[in-house]
């Protein structure tokens, strides 16, 4: 488990004395808390749906009246998948996660970016590469991007793993070394850096829309759709389109009671964004004949690739269609 989780998570606190707590087998939001107020833990590690579901479990104790106590967090990572901007603005404001960062890594690698940037930094990108390692951000022919223009992420330094187990061949596709011999290992996510260097994730490569020959990135309409004080959390995919391609398709989990129509939540990405970014079809959790939830793995990541069959076949149902006729012409 050589990424973020050993590193930054075990290590960090062996190296520092400090006390581990595992507040239950499986992740629980209330046990948690619990274990916050209880242990006065400073820290918390996860991944973006860890930390929507805390900060829920810790809404809903304060609405029915429940003094929660949080004063003791002060740091934490989180990983895994890029965090909602929003997101990371209310954990710092209702949780005290003050040093809260988000860590850009992976587990064919250590963690890749600064830790400790600005707030206005850690809340809106993943920091700036590490010393002693390279980055570059490349075009779909391997040439180097301007800044402030999107493309694949490519690394490189002592932190890169050796190679996929008796896999050489996925090796060979990942890992290619240069003219200079550097070797570079190619992550599949999109990035923009600043010329400041700091980093922002778009993205993964396998998930942007191409609308009509236009790249749309999920990310960023997922950014705008959570901003919005009645949706909890969204899920943006690619939906097929005779006309277009591909459309954007969106899965979205309200906040408990509130109401929110397919149409209002094409407007708040229109007016977020512009309007080819805005969704052709939308998918309330739970609600005419949708899946209760979004698909996720063991450790709390959202499955894209079963989203975007689930939205094939709703699509192909009606199911979900906004009703304006030129979807975000």
Not at 232 to 239: P, Y
Not at 286 to 300: L, M, Q
Request: aromatic content about 6%; hydrophobic content about 40%.
């Amino acid at each position: 488990m050589p990424d973020t989780r050993l590193v930054l998570g075990n290590l960090a606190a062996w190296t520092h004395g400090a006390c581990i707590v595992y507040p239950s087998e499986i992740f629980s939001p209330p046990a948690i808390v619990d274990a916050v107020a209880q242990e006065r833990c400073t820290a918390l590690h996860g991944v973006p749906t860890h930390f929507l579901g805390v900060l829920a479990e810790v809404q809903r104790r304060r609405t029915d009246g429940e003094n929660v106590d949080t004063r003791s967090l002060r740091t934490g990572i989180a990983a895994g998948s890029p965090i909602p901007i929003d997101l990371m603005k209310q954990l710092i404001e209702k949780l005290n996660l003050i040093e809260l960062t988000v860590a850009y890594g992976m587990s064919a690698s250590q963690p890749l970016t600064t830790p400790d940037d600005p707030v206005i930094k850690r809340v809106e990108t993943v920091g700036r590469i590490l010393p002693h390692v390279k980055a570059k951000i490349v075009d779909l022919e391997g040439r180097v991007v301007p800044v402030e223009t999107p493309g694949e992420i490519l690394v490189a330094g002592y932190l890169l793993q050796k190679g996929y187990w008796n896999d050489p061949e996925q090796t060979a596709r990942v890992m290619q070394t240069d003219e200079e011999k550097t070797l570079w290992m190619h992550t599949g996510d999109e990035g923009i850096m600043d010329e400041e260097g700091y980093l922002r994730i778009v993205g993964r490569i396998k998930d942007i829309i191409i609308r009509g020959g236009e790249n749309l990135f999920p990310v960023q309409i997922e950014n705008v759709l959570t901003a919005h004080p009645h949706i909890r959390e969204a899920a943006v995919v690619a939906v097929p389109d005779p006309k277009y391609g591909e459309v954007v398709g969106a899965w979205i989990v309200r906040e408990a009671q509130t109401a929110m129509s397919k149409e209002e939540t094409r407007r708040i990405v229109a007016d977020g964004m512009n309007p080819q970014n805005s969704p052709a079809w939308v998918w309330f959790l739970g609600e005419d004949g949708v899946p209760e939830e979004i698909p996720k793995t063991a450790s709390g990541k959202v499955q894209k690739h079963i989203l975007r069959e689930w939205s094939k076949e709703l699509a192909r149902k009606g199911i979900g269609r906004t009703s304006s006729d030129d979807r975000g012409r």
